[in-house]
Structure formats: structure tokens, C-alpha cells
């Protein structure tokens, strides 16, 4: 198997790199790096079943011989990213995705979108299902990246039932573990970042706005069954477990032990309130549901952000 990932120096694509080459495939990462890492696949380099290349996929996309999947991962993904990028991230979800699925198409390749569950916006069903349209306010600053990522989808359902191109779209919810960025925006490597730095850890809103957060390792499963399975209507993956972000703040702070203090910050603009996946169809589908509990996920996290700290102070 030859598989292209675009996003592969990023979170989630360093870790599908390695599962999949320890599946056995060949790997092509494209990155442009703008919030991807060479770090994260440094240890990578070298190997002879994995090649890097650096590239904007809004831009066209050359690849020469046989490549059997497109694994389209490139795009901002935190807040604090597409906030900051609002056009590259409409790019990404639009001309990159058009690119990714013209390379599936001519290489006759399976395609596989990842997609978000911000695709549902503040929700007002919950748990969210996949049959769930959504409600998503598409001129708020959040709308660049939840827009685009329902364009993704919707542009990949169209190859799919006009070109007949195998695609398959997985809607990712939150999710966290070793390589995250340690100013990645969002609240669980906010957190942690904070409490090891014994910095006042700021929670927006009250706190009682609910997150399900979902370990890499379980996450990358669920794609690779997902890509190898015939399903292609959007499939959620994710954990079911839902939180507070107030208690997320304070299983942090007890796991650390920090003597930091809790803040709270107005709520940002069109932050949803509610997130909780139903992972009904993952589970008869593909035979998927999360293994690793949040204390054990958290507590490997937490080694990746004490390592990155101590490095960067060095």
C-alpha cells in the first residue's frame, strides 16, 4: 500500500504516519508546515517506507506512480490557528480538498476526509449524530473552519456519487496525546501548560460548556478501520465520555499537583456549548468504540508537555 496523508506532519497525521507504516504502507506526508511540525516526524526520517514533502495542497498536486490512498488531514485546526489563518483555512478546505480528491481520481485511489465535529456548530440536538445537519453561524469568525469543512464534505460526497471515487469522511472530535502543540488554543494543552507552569488557568465562559475528549491512539484506529471498511456516508469518532471544561481544569490540576489558580474569561463568540459524539455507527460499522480512560490518556500527555517545557527552558 502507498498512502498519501497532506496534513502528515501535523497532531493527528504524525500518528497516523506511524500506525500506518507499522501496517506495512508506504507513506508520502505533504505538510506546508504552517501549523505542522518536521518534529513530529523526525524520527521518521530516514526510514525508507516514508517520504516528506513539503507542499501547499490549495496548490495543484504532482505525484508520480501508483497511489492507492489520499488521507486528507491538511487544515488549521484549534481556534487560536484558524483565527489567525481565516483564508488558508477556507483554502484548505476548498482548493485542498479539490486537489486531494483530483489526485484520488486520477490515481484511482481510496479517499478519506477528515472532517470535524464542528461541522455541527453549537449544537442544539445532542448527542450529536451524523444525521444531524448541524447549526453553524457561517459569517461568525468560527465559520471559516466550519464552513470549510462542510464544503470538504460536501465535495466529497459529490466525487463520490458522480466520479465513483471510494471516499469516506470521519468526523473527528475532540481529541488529545503526545505531540499536540504546547500553544495549540485549546483548553486541554492550555491546562496543562499552565498548571506545570503554575500559571493561573484561564477557563472561558463558566466552565460548564461540555467537551468529550478522545485519546490519539483510539482516534487512529477508528480512521484506519474506517478507511478499510465500505462505508461511505460520515462516520463520528470520538470519545462519548462528555466533561465540563471546569472539570477537565480540575482533573489537570490535581493530576499535576500545580498551585495554580482557576480564571474565568467571557466565553468567545459562538464557542459551542454542548459536544458529545454518538458513536452508534462506528460501533456497528466497524466494530469501534475508545479503550484508553481518560486518566491514563491524560497522564501520557502530561509527560509530552512536561518533556516540551523542560526542553524549551533549557
Same mark, same amino acid.
Given at each position: 500500500?502507498?498512502?498519501?496523508?497532506?496534513?502528515?506532519?501535523?497532531?493527528?497525521? %504524525?500518528?497516523?504516519?506511524?500506525?500506518?507504516?507499522?501496517?506495512?504502507?508506504?507513506? #508520502?506526508?505533504?505538510?506546508?508546515?504552517?501549523?505542522?511540525k518536521?518534529?513530529?516526524?523526525?524520527?521518521? !526520517?530516514?526510514?525508507?517506507?516514508?517520504r516528506? #514533502?513539503?507542499?501547499?495542497?490549495?496548490?495543484? $498536486?504532482?505525484?508520480?506512480?501508483?497511489?492507492?490512498?489520499?488521507?486528507?488531514?491538511a487544515?488549521?485546526?484549534?481556534?487560536?490557528?484558524?483565527?489567525?489563518?481565516?483564508?488558508?483555512?477556507?483554502?484548505?478546505?476548498?482548493?485542498?480538498?479539490?486537489?486531494?480528491?483530483?489526485?484520488? +481520481?486520477?490515481?484511482?485511489?481510496?479517499?478519506?476526509l477528515? %472532517?470535524?465535529? =464542528?461541522?455541527?456548530?453549537?449544537p442544539?440536538?445532542?448527542?450529536?449524530?451524523?444525521?444531524?445537519?448541524?447549526?453553524?453561524n457561517?459569517?461568525?469568525? &468560527?465559520?471559516?473552519?466550519?464552513?470549510?469543512?462542510?464544503?470538504a =464534505?460536501? !465535495?466529497?460526497?459529490?466525487?463520490?456519487?458522480?466520479?465513483?471515487?471510494?471516499?469516506? $469522511?470521519?468526523?473527528?472530535?475532540?481529541?488529545?496525546?503526545?505531540r499536540?502543540?504546547?500553544?495549540?488554543?485549546?483548553?486541554?494543552?492550555?491546562?496543562?501548560?499552565?498548571?506545570?507552569?503554575?500559571?493561573? $488557568?484561564?477557563?472561558?465562559?463558566?466552565?460548564?460548556?461540555?467537551r468529550?475528549?478522545?485519546?490519539?491512539?483510539?482516534?487512529?484506529e477508528?480512521?484506519?478501520?474506517?478507511?478499510?471498511?465500505?462505508?461511505? =456516508?460520515?462516520?463520528?469518532i470520538?470519545?462519548?465520555? =462528555?466533561?465540563?471544561?471546569?472539570?477537565?481544569? &480540575?482533573?489537570i490540576?490535581?493530576?499535576?499537583?500545580?498551585?495554580?489558580?482557576?480564571?474565568? +474569561?467571557?466565553?468567545?463568540?459562538?464557542?459551542?456549548k454542548?459536544?458529545?459524539?454518538?458513536?452508534?455507527?462506528? &460501533?456497528?460499522l466497524?466494530?469501534?468504540?475508545?479503550?484508553? $480512560?481518560?486518566?491514563?490518556?491524560? &497522564?501520557?500527555?502530561?509527560?509530552?508537555?512536561?518533556?516540551?517545557?523542560?526542553?524549551?527552558?533549557?
Amino acid at each position: 500500500m502507498r498512502t498519501l496523508i497532506t496534513g502528515g506532519a501535523g497532531f493527528i497525521g %504524525s500518528h497516523l504516519s506511524d500506525y500506518l507504516i507499522g501496517k506495512g504502507h508506504d507513506v #508520502i506526508c505533504i505538510d506546508n508546515l504552517l501549523t505542522g511540525k518536521v518534529g513530529n516526524i523526525a524520527h521518521l !526520517m530516514g526510514n525508507g517506507k516514508f517520504r516528506f #514533502i513539503k507542499h501547499n495542497v490549495s496548490d495543484y $498536486i504532482y505525484m508520480d506512480g501508483p497511489i492507492d490512498n489520499v488521507l486528507h488531514f491538511a487544515s488549521p485546526a484549534s481556534p487560536f490557528d484558524y483565527l489567525e489563518f481565516p483564508i488558508q483555512t477556507l483554502k484548505v478546505g476548498s482548493l485542498g480538498t479539490l486537489n486531494s480528491l483530483g489526485l484520488a +481520481k486520477a490515481k484511482n485511489a481510496k479517499f478519506l476526509l477528515a %472532517s470535524t465535529s =464542528e461541522v455541527y456548530g453549537d449544537p442544539q440536538v445532542h448527542p450529536q449524530r451524523e444525521d444531524y445537519w448541524g447549526h453553524v453561524n457561517p459569517v461568525g469568525p &468560527r465559520g471559516v473552519y466550519d464552513e470549510a469543512k462542510r464544503f470538504a =464534505e460536501a !465535495m466529497t460526497m459529490a466525487y463520490h456519487r458522480y466520479h465513483r471515487i471510494d471516499t469516506k $469522511i470521519v468526523r473527528i472530535f475532540n481529541t488529545y496525546g503526545p505531540r499536540m502543540r504546547v500553544k495549540d488554543g485549546r483548553a486541554l494543552p492550555n491546562f496543562m501548560c499552565q498548571a506545570l507552569r503554575g500559571e493561573d $488557568i484561564t477557563v472561558f465562559g463558566n466552565g460548564s460548556q461540555t467537551r468529550s475528549f478522545c485519546y490519539v491512539s483510539d482516534l487512529v484506529e477508528g480512521i484506519y478501520r474506517l478507511l478499510v471498511s465500505d462505508e461511505h =456516508e460520515p462516520v463520528n469518532i470520538g470519545n462519548p465520555q =462528555e466533561i465540563t471544561v471546569l472539570q477537565l481544569a &480540575r482533573e489537570i490540576l490535581a493530576l499535576t499537583g500545580s498551585k495554580s489558580s482557576i480564571v474565568f +474569561k467571557p466565553l468567545p463568540v459562538d464557542d459551542p456549548k454542548i459536544r458529545q459524539p454518538d458513536i452508534s455507527r462506528a &460501533r456497528k460499522l466497524l466494530g469501534w468504540e475508545p479503550n484508553v $480512560i481518560r486518566e491514563e490518556g491524560l &497522564r501520557s500527555t502530561l509527560a509530552y508537555f512536561k518533556d516540551v517545557l523542560l526542553k524549551n527552558e533549557q
